[in-house]
């Protein structure tokens, strides 16, 4: 007897940062609102998806990462099921880079890309419309990885707009060192700190949109558009993060934020004569010590 073809579908799971964040108020069904530019990077994880004859099972090389029910790959798949209709069982496998907890959207991310999968092994049963249904369903973060490039993202980040062209253009391609201590911020909390400070604590809407329209409408660096909501509960909370970005501006110019609800943080290398990245990894480690998470890419 010959082997069983087994069927099979790739997909790359993308890290993403949030160039812009603001959290404008928080809703009556607990949600919170935002108004968010933010772009995927060409850097992520990896995930294959396998058919089987029945069910649903996840393998991961992090011993961080569920592999129950609370993992948003099998969340996603099961979604997919009730939505599709289709009945076939999946292994997934998945190769992870990025940090657990750290704000860069690796688990939103790890959802989509099984959705695309099983969209892929299924013949295509979910039009787009269909996919971001699931998507939205699954997290706040997750339609914005449909979409394959920068976006601007509302509600409670569900509602996607893709950036115009011009204002695309000016951040693909940059180049960025994205970093994390060795320990997670809980996005729960962060929008519990938050909470704890309203309403001082949020951008007015009005203000979040003036400040989005005024650099999508002239050619302006990404460096002008740079903001977070959550440093300033964050930071309060734990000081080595806003340490290590003081000394990145005041060591190599750096321009350099918090990505999301955090720990992760970035740093926009400038398009010609910056740092060599290998010196902005050592001063990372120097400040958080070697267990420093440090990698080098590019927004897509």
């Known amino acids: 007897m010959g082997d069983k073809t087994v069927k099979s579908a790739r997909a790359h799971s993308p890290a993403k940062l949030n160039l812009f964040l603001a959290v404008t108020g928080r809703r009556l069904d607990g949600y919170h609102d935002l108004v968010s530019l933010a772009a995927p990077l060409a850097w992520g994880d990896d995930l294959l998806a396998e058919e089987t004859g029945n069910g649903f099972a996840l393998k991961c090389d992090d011993s961080r990462v569920p592999r129950d029910g609370t993992n948003l790959i099998l969340r996603a798949a099961e979604a997919f099921r009730a939505e599709s209709g289709w009945r076939s069982g999946v292994r997934f496998t998945l190769e992870k880079r990025i940090p657990v907890g750290a704000g860069l959207g690796g688990g939103s991310s790890n959802a989509v890309a099984a959705l695309r999968a099983l969209n892929e092994l299924a013949g295509g049963p979910l039009d787009g419309a269909g996919l971001l249904k699931v998507a939205a369903g699954l997290g706040s973060d997750c339609p914005l990885f449909l979409n394959g490039g920068p ?22 391609r940059r180049h960025v060192c994205v970093f994390k201590p060795d320990f997670a911020v809980s996005t729960a909390g962060a929008y519990v700190m938050l909470a704890d400070r309203a309403p001082d604590a949020y951008l007015p809407p009005a203000e979040a949109e003036r400040t989005l329209a005024s650099w999508l409408g002239r050619p302006a660096a990404v460096e002008e558009i740079l903001f977070n909501t959550f440093e300033v509960p964050v930071f309060e909370k734990f000081m080595a993060l806003p340490v290590l970005l003081d000394r990145l501006q005041s060591r190599f110019g750096l321009a350099a934020r918090m990505s999301g609800s955090g720990s992760a943080c970035f740093a926009l290398l400038p398009p010609a004569g910056g740092p060599p990245p290998q010196e902005i990894g050592a001063l990372v480690r120097e400040a958080w010590g070697p267990s420093a998470f440090f990698a080098q890419t590019s927004i897509a």
């Open 151 to 172: 976006v601007v993202m509302r509600g409670r980040g569900e509602r996607i707009e893709a950036l115009p062209a011009e204002a695309a253009a000016r951040l693909r």
